[in-house]
């Protein structure tokens, strides 16, 4: 840690959801964090721990209506995180960012989006993953995508960020290795728990619907796929990739599939020593043999990633927690990045196991 860097304002907006939940819990744990503004419209002078029972005793203090942009008087920075459902920050940010100026903090301020609406880059795009016009298409190229081990260097200083989705995060964790390859065709199949959906109960997450049942949906039209395709696009690759997403009887976790044909040229030692160049001195990314397990990595901001070859088939794995890796984790990472901070800061924890 910069023994010069001043401590972090905090601001979590939408903080009564999963993800705030999750922000709030590291933020208090955070060594360069000092203060944080629980914001939430639904549970505005309720105690924190009423959304989220876990933090009882130990993160104290009530969820606020309003964020109080004039409680920030001295040099700190000021981190912002949009925990809100998509479109609402994109509506929301030429009034946030007025407010930022008449209280003198612009400057200061960091914005982290965990929504889609930043994620990717062309309006069209965003209108076909997301079935709706942007509301803020002007702004769509302000914001660096935060997919953490690949665009540290974008990430260093940035002061707009969109926060990766958690199909997203593992997808491209498995695949990036690999844009520069003739892949052909790459089947991916995604696996997620019911925390995914956020913490408004229907139909899809109401457990007597969903604890013993199993289900696709959004087959080969998931709205992850847009911002896959652009990092993966962006990086050179021509394969052609269909994403079937599953739901499981799980609460958190996210278990990535991707399989492949070997391309000419490429073994199996070749192609996971890919993966050691990418990712052996990255802190959260570890690479297994075998299958990932979501019991080894829930509760904490690592991705396991496995690669395994039979002859010319070959299949990469990636697993990780939806609400860390995947999301507040992930976040706090490149809150981190963005600041000059040590990456792991205030995230060097193992989950619990089992589960
Ligand atoms: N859950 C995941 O695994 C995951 C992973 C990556 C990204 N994300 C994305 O991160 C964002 C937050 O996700 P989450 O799972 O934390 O969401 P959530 O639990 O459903 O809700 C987060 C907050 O959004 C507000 N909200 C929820 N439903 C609303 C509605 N119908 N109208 C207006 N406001 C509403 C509430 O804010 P107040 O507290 O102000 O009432 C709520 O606390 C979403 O954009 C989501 O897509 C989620």
Same mark, same amino acid.
């Given at each position: 840690m910069k023994a010069d860097l001043p401590k972090v304002g905090a601001v979590v907006l939408g903080a009564a959801g999963y993800g705030g939940g999750e922000l709030l819990r590291l933020l208090a744990g955070h060594?360069?964090?000092?203060s944080v503004q629980a914001v939430s419209k639904s549970h505005a +002078? $309720?105690?924190?721990?009423?959304?989220?029972?876990?933090?009882? +005793? *130990?993160v104290p203090g009530d969820f606020r209506?309003?964020?109080?942009?004039?409680?920030? %008087? +001295?040099a700190e920075p000021i981190v912002v995180f949009s925990a809100q459902p998509h479109v609402t920050l994109a509506k929301e940010l030429e009034a946030l960012e007025a407010a930022w100026q008449s209280a003198g903090i612009a400057d200061r301020v960091t914005l982290i989006d =965990?929504? &889609?609406?930043?994620?990717?880059?062309e309006a069209g795009v965003f209108a076909e993953a997301y079935g709706q016009a942007h509301p803020? %298409?002007?702004? =769509?190229?302000? *914001?660096?995508? &935060?997919?953490s081990e690949w665009n540290g260097a974008a990430l260093k200083g940035a002061t707009r960020i969109a926060n990766p989705g958690c199909f997203a995060t593992g997808v491209q964790l498995a695949l990036l290795p690999l844009?520069? =390859?003739?892949?052909?065709f790459v089947a991916v199949g995604g696996v997620t728990g019911s925390s995914g959906s956020g913490a408004l109960p229907s139909e899809t997450t109401h457990h007597p619907t969903r604890a013993g049942d199993f289900r696709a949906y $959004?087959?080969?039209?998931?709205?992850?796929q847009a911002e896959i395709v652009q990092s993966l696009a962006a990086r050179g690759a021509t394969f052609d990739l269909a994403f079937v997403p599953h739901s499981a009887p799980l609460v958190r976790g996210i278990f990535i599939t991707a399989q492949f044909r070997l391309p000419e040229g490429v073994d199996g030692p070749a192609l996971k020593a890919r993966f050691h160049a990418a990712? &052996?001195?990255?802190? *959260?990314v570890r690479i297994l043999d075998g299958s990932p397990r979501l019991n080894a990595v829930n509760g904490s901001n690592a991705c396991d990633v496995a690669v395994v070859v039979e002859g010319r088939q070959a299949v990469v794995f990636a697993a990780l927690d939806n609400l860390l890796k995947g999301m507040a984790g992930q976040a706090v990472q490149n809150m981190n990045l963005a600041l000059g901070l040590e990456e792991t800061a205030g995230l060097w924890s193992a989950g619990g196991y089992p589960g």
């Open positions: 060594p360069a964090v000092a +002078g $309720k105690p924190l721990w009423s959304a989220h029972p876990n933090l009882r +005793g *130990f209506a309003e964020a109080d942009w004039d409680s920030f %008087p +001295g =965990l929504s &889609g609406d930043f994620r990717v880059r803020a %298409p002007h702004r =769509l190229q302000d *914001f660096v995508y &935060g997919l844009a520069d =390859l003739d892949l052909g $959004k087959p080969l039209k998931h709205q992850h990712y &052996g001195a990255t802190p *959260f």
